[in-house]
């Protein structure tokens, strides 16, 4: 899918910014804009700068009715959509009121669930605004907050339950996805059997998660960076 910019959509500059880092996104949080199903996502970013007088549009991402996602913040850049978890939560809209959602807009939204996920390279809990602490809203409506609860299933097929982190019965995974120094070690030595000279932690940090990610991306595994069965059958094999 593709993401309409905000050069596409004639956004204004942001009047400041700040940024946090994928380690520190853990949560995705739907909303809904509570208007017309037609509201353009300029007049939003007009509405949360001059009447609410925020610097930018509060949302990460929106969505429209018929699947089209507008970059708000994007990624990365702090939101202003729900308090306390404006760090730690990329905040997506659906433009419309509750029952408005069409699959088209369902579907868009796990898009952006699946990407957010695996650009974090950990999962983020599914979250609908007022599920939140500290978050006492009907937003993002009924429609929609049972669907989240659903586990935000891709209309007409896909999985419904995420992917977890890996299954290693007992041995490597610990808590996701946080993974025993020792497995890093181990898995830093196979590597050497196979001519590959890496620099890794030693613990599951952001040095051993880029190795693995090269890996997994030259293998054309699924890029998860996180040392699974698969990452570490490949190595293996390689080896041989
Ligand atoms: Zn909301």
Redesign the pocket.
């Known amino acids: 899918m593709d993401i309409i910019t905000r050069a596409e959509w004639g956004a204004r500059a942001p009047r400041s910014r700040s940024t946090t880092s994928w380690s520190a996104r853990r949560e995705f949080?739907?909303?809904?804009s509570e208007g017309p199903t037609d509201q353009s996502v300029k007049s939003i970013q007009n509405f949360h700068m001059d009447s609410r007088g925020w610097s930018d549009i509060g949302y990460n991402f929106l969505v429209d009715n018929k699947g089209r996602i507008y970059e708000g913040r994007g990624w990365l850049v702090i939101g202003a959509?729900?308090t306390g978890h404006n760090t730690s939560g990329i905040?997506v809209?659906f433009i419309g009121r509750d029952g408005d959602a069409t699959d088209a807009a369902k579907k868009a939204i796990r898009w952006l669930y699946d990407e957010g996920r695996s650009k974090a390279g950990h999962p983020l809990s599914k979250n609908g605004?007022?599920q939140l602490s500290g978050?006492s809203?009907n937003?993002?409506g009924k429609q929609l907050l049972s669907w989240v609860k659903a586990g935000m299933p891709a209309p007409g097929g896909g999985d419904p339950t995420p992917p977890g982190p890996p299954k290693w019965p007992g041995r490597y995974i610990t808590q996701p996805p946080i993974m025993r120094g020792d497995d890093v070690r181990t898995w830093q030595a196979q590597m050497k059997k196979i001519g590959k000279s890496i620099d890794v932690d030693g613990a599951y940090g952001p040095k051993s998660e880029a190795v693995c990610r090269a890996f997994q991306k030259e293998r054309k595994l699924s890029v998860d960076g996180i040392i699974g069965p698969d990452t570490w059958a490949a190595a293996w094999n390689g080896r041989r």
């Open positions: 949080v739907v909303h809904y959509h729900a905040g809209c605004h007022g978050n809203t937003c993002p």
